[in-house]
């Protein structure tokens, strides 16, 4: 590969990323047959807090990925929490890591039994599906995750910081008893680099809502000895116990530093076609009652109930499975293209994802983000291709979306939790024009008008 390169030796990997970065990992713990670069590729972040990124395979961020891998991860990182705490898989039976590598389209039922029952907390912007995918493996069990919103008008339960991120406030606006109880708590997250964001959230619940159990889950843990000892250190000062598991365990040394500025620009070589534009509205199917939440650039128009983000039981993830069935349904019939590209966009990605694992065909799905990468049309290297537009939903915020092959989609279809403006739509839509996308359905799970 041109752009990174990797080589194995008793469980360590050197990677080289654009000639100015150079990566060691040293794997302790990984015990799937599915190779390691079915994980992760690697890419340059603009970022001076930290210069690279582990590019997901799996998660649905940065990369697109069948939906249901997007799913099965969550299953898959439930079924090691299990192995990890309690000594025991309840999973047996469901080959979930056969389904995984297959791509077999069915996410199995709740597994984990009822007699274990925590509150499960995603964090945002990049977990907010795979913690709910965790959670969909409980019988019984509490979930939300985290927001970068600003409700208008609420105030948050509790706050915590994530210092390396580009938006560094986390908020959790929640019904105060979802909290207030002894439950062990659970943090989901994609990567553990040092475990700072973690201990930030357990230092803020435990000053509020004390218990005695933590269990941190991600799929990538990359803790340095100096950053468990930290964690050593917090339990020993709270007297409380942290857990954790994850699918991959190991460290990395990072030598030299990200490129200063772009380093190749995507060149148009097609004629771009002419874009159909279709406006779908999800209300008149959803059969969700509206969340009473309101706030940002779009303030009459409510947040979605079940999205997670104001605190759901297994009681509510059943009403919003059927919600997403007919749903799924109803978006089914509307697919003209044969390859089609399911977009999430933000926070909101569990119901995209979700309704596009029931599409069937020919389906990849990913989120917008707001992580700037460096964009380089090399093979291997983990942001071939990039978009960048305001975020329809604040223009104040830049969106990206990265790795959306020119001129491979014969559709695409953008999720927005909330309507939003067509002028405000423009620089996202002239985005999808260049890609030589010709078909784009902006999908409305709430708007004002009804479906069209």
Not at 113 to 132: C, H, K, R
Not at 260 to 284: A, G, H, R, T
Not at 421 to 428: C, H, M, Q
């Amino acid at each position: 590969m041109e752009s990174q390169t990797s080589t194995y030796s008793n469980k360590k990997y050197s990677y080289q990323i654009l000639d100015s970065l150079s990566i060691e990992l040293e794997i302790t713990y990984y015990p799937f047959r599915f190779p390691l670069e079915e994980l992760f590729v690697m890419a340059a972040r603009r970022n001076k807090k930290r210069s690279f990124l582990f590019v997901s395979k799996i998660l649905g961020k940065h990369l697109p990925i069948p939906p249901v891998r997007g799913l099965l991860t969550g299953s898959l990182l439930a079924d090691i929490y299990t192995i990890e705490t309690a000594g025991k898989s309840f999973a047996k039976g469901l080959n979930l890591e056969d389904r995984f590598m297959q791509g077999i389209p069915v996410v199995p039922e709740a597994f984990i039994p009822e007699d274990n029952s925590p509150v499960i907390i995603g964090f945002a912007e990049t977990a907010t599906a795979l913690g709910q995918s965790f959670f969909a493996a409980f019988k019984k069990a509490d979930y939300f995750h985290t927001t970068r919103e600003a409700v208008a008008g609420e105030s948050p339960v509790i706050t915590f910081e994530e210092e390396h991120s580009h938006a560094t406030s986390h908020r959790c606006y929640i019904p105060k008893d979802l909290l207030d109880n002894t439950r062990e708590i659970i943090l989901v997250d994609d990567e553990m680099s040092t475990g700072k964001t973690a201990i930030n959230i357990i230092s803020s619940i435990q000053a509020e809502f004390p218990r005695k159990v933590y269990t941190v889950v991600s799929i990538l843990d990359w803790r340095s000895p100096s950053d468990l000892e930290k964690f050593s250190q917090l339990e020993k000062e709270l007297g409380i116990t942290i857990r954790s598991a994850s699918l991959l365990r190991g460290t990395f040394t990072v030598t030299g530093q990200s490129p200063d500025k772009e380093m190749s620009k995507n060149e148009q070589l097609f004629k771009l076609p002419e874009q159909e534009v279709k406006k779908v509205y999800l209300d008149s199917y959803s059969g969700e009652e509206d969340a009473t939440y309101f706030g940002g650039k779009i303030a009459d128009i409510p947040y979605a109930a079940l999205s997670g983000r104001f605190g759901m039981d297994e009681q509510d993830r059943r009403k919003l499975d059927e919600s997403i069935s007919a749903l799924s349904s109803e978006l089914s019939r509307m697919v003209t293209g044969k390859r089609v590209l399911a977009v999430g966009t933000g926070e909101f990605m569990y119901i995209p994802m979700k309704i596009a694992s029931l599409i069937g065909g020919d389906i990849r799905f990913q989120s917008t983000t707001r992580s700037p990468i460096h964009v380089v049309d090399k093979d291997g290297y983990g942001a071939r291709y990039g978009m960048a537009f305001p975020n329809p939903e604040d223009h104040e915020i830049q969106h990206y979306l990265y790795n959306v092959e020119p001129f491979h989609y014969d559709e695409a279809m953008i999720f927005f939790e909330r309507e939003v403006t067509d002028e405000s739509l423009k620089p996202l839509l002239e985005q999808f024009r260049q890609a030589g996308i010709p078909s784009i359905k902006i999908v409305f799970y709430h708007g004002r008008k009804g479906n069209e």
